[in-house]
């Protein structure tokens, strides 16, 4: 074991390794939680239970950024009119680290108990679209938005209550990742 935080961190070693032996040693142990982030959370989805939950990760500044552009970009040329819906939904899409379900007691990514390829299905993914049974108009494919949309029962109020309950947390999240340990 090194004897600071410094130290183990140069040796490559988890900072769960080491017990801080100084105000330094404190401040980096700190400073290196915020660099890892928050740990992913699971939360159900409203009406689904545990049949159907998401798990979101904590978005960094650079992509919430990239969703205000892009939002801002589609107001401006009049493709929406909702600038805070869609800035939630696509909030929702862009953290999405997939999906899961409950089976025998255990929680299992929505992927490997429906027996499906590919790797985690996140919103957007046309094995979520097959799974809910969701339906585009004729001749058109779903967006994400749509998808979201569909998947919480075409209720936009819905939507934003629990777009605004992950984006809580991840407000939170950010905030008390140097006091978690």
Same mark, same amino acid.
């Given at each position: 074991?090194?004897?600071?935080?410094?130290?183990?961190?140069?040796?490559?070693?988890?900072?769960?390794?080491?017990?801080?032996?100084?105000?330094?040693?404190?401040?980096?142990?700190?400073?290196?939680?915020?660099?890892?982030?928050?740990?992913?959370?699971?939360?159900?989805?409203?009406?689904?239970?545990?049949?159907?939950?998401?798990?979101?990760?904590?978005?960094?500044?650079?992509?919430?950024?990239?969703?205000?552009?892009?939002?801002?970009?589609?107001?401006?040329?009049?493709?929406?009119?909702?600038?805070?819906?869609?800035?939630?939904?696509?909030?929702?899409?862009?953290?999405?680290?997939?999906?899961?379900?409950?089976?025998?007691?255990?929680?299992?990514?929505?992927?490997?108990?429906?027996?499906?390829?590919?790797?985690?299905?996140?919103? =957007? $993914? &046309?094995? !979520?679209?097959? +799974?809910?049974?969701? @339906?585009?108009?004729?001749?058109?494919?779903?967006?994400? *938005?749509?998808?979201?949309?569909?998947?919480? =029962? $075409? &209720?936009? !109020?819905?939507? +934003?209550?629990?777009? @605004?309950?992950?984006?809580?947390?991840?407000?939170?999240? *950010?905030?008390?990742?140097?006091?978690?340990?």
């Amino acid at each position: 074991m090194a004897d600071s935080a410094a130290q183990t961190l140069a040796q490559g070693q988890a900072l769960d390794d080491v017990s801080p032996k100084s105000l330094g040693d404190e401040l980096v142990a700190t400073r290196e939680r915020i660099k890892e982030g928050a740990k992913p959370k699971l939360f159900e989805l409203p009406n689904y239970g545990r049949k159907l939950m998401v798990e979101y990760r904590v978005v960094d500044y650079d992509e919430a950024s990239e969703v205000g552009e892009n939002v801002t970009a589609q107001v401006r040329s009049e493709q929406i009119d909702d600038a805070m819906y869609a800035g939630l939904v696509d909030t929702l899409a862009r953290a999405c680290v997939g999906f899961f379900t409950e089976r025998d007691g255990q929680t299992v990514p929505l992927e490997e108990a429906a027996k499906l390829e590919g790797g985690a299905i996140r919103w =957007g $993914d &046309d094995r !979520l679209v097959s +799974l809910l049974r969701l @339906q585009a108009s004729a001749g058109e494919k779903l967006t994400t *938005r749509q998808i979201i949309l569909q998947a919480f =029962g $075409d &209720d936009k !109020l819905l939507v +934003l209550d629990h777009a @605004q309950e992950v984006t809580r947390w991840m407000e939170r999240a *950010r905030r008390s990742i140097g006091s978690d340990f």
